[in-house]
């Protein structure tokens, strides 16, 4: 069983709906981070927790460290969302545990 | 903009060639990772930096080797490269335990 695990693996969606991408992982973290991945490869962080919740324009983040489950949600989806998410956990001592993706689609 | 560059963002290469790929950053800091991504899969870290004359190898093993005489700079090279090493390379930087910033990748053919 990977240690961060994420759902669903692939995710079509409608311009417009409210996306929920989940993260559930099983080791002790630092912080979690939300990543965006193009199809070009190249990676954008898109937010960094501890705890809580945070918000960027029409993304939002949460994370609940006793229940060790964080997830990342879209408010009115557009195409240009469609990337693979990746959550990645920062667990001791100090290394990066990925997930192997959310593959997002949107379509107008 | 990008503060992480990496070069070339796309190489094709024959087996047994030498190459090396590059990693610039201006942000001044002190760790710097590669991570190695076969498509689909999840990234797996391959080496990482702690600074000036620091290198270590990561979780995943890699014949490729890196070097870090500047801050700024943590190229990866591959003596002889293989069919297998074919996979995407990326670069990441972090001034402390948590921030991250990737480059762009750098998607290696090795026919």
């Known amino acids: 069983k990977n240690e961060v695990e994420q759902s669903p693996q692939n995710l079509t969606a409608q311009e417009g709906e409210f996306i929920t991408i989940n993260c559930s992982y099983s080791?002790?973290?630092?912080?979690l981070h939300w990543l965006q991945q193009h199809p070009g490869g190249g990676i954008v962080s898109l937010f960094m927790l501890s705890s809580g919740k945070k918000k960027h324009g029409r993304l939002i983040a949460t994370i609940n460290i006793q229940e060790k489950h964080s997830s990342l949600h879209i408010t009115a989806s557009h195409p240009r969302d469609s990337a693979v998410y990746i959550c990645?956990?920062?667990?001791?001592?100090?290394?990066?545990?990925f997930g192997t993706g959310t593959r997002l689609q949107v379509f107008p | 903009e990008a503060d992480i560059y990496q070069t070339p963002r796309y190489l094709v290469i024959g087996t047994g060639k030498k190459i090396t790929l590059e990693c610039s950053q201006t942000m001044g800091h002190d760790k710097m990772y590669w991570y190695q991504q076969d498509p689909g899969m999840e990234l797996h870290l391959i080496h990482y930096?702690?600074?000036?004359?620091?290198?270590e190898k990561g979780d995943l093993s890699s014949e490729s080797t890196v070097s870090r005489i500047r801050t700024e700079h943590f190229p990866l090279t591959l003596e002889s490269a293989r069919p297998s090493h074919t996979s995407q390379y990326l670069c990441?930087?972090?001034?402390?335990?948590?921030?991250?910033?990737f480059g762009s990748g750098t998607r290696l053919t090795v026919v």
């Open positions: 990441a930087s972090s001034p402390d335990r948590y921030g991250y910033t």
């Open positions: 930096s702690y600074g000036v004359n620091s290198t």
């Open positions: 990645a956990v920062r667990s001791a001592p100090d290394k990066l545990i």
């Open positions: 080791v002790g973290i630092s912080a």
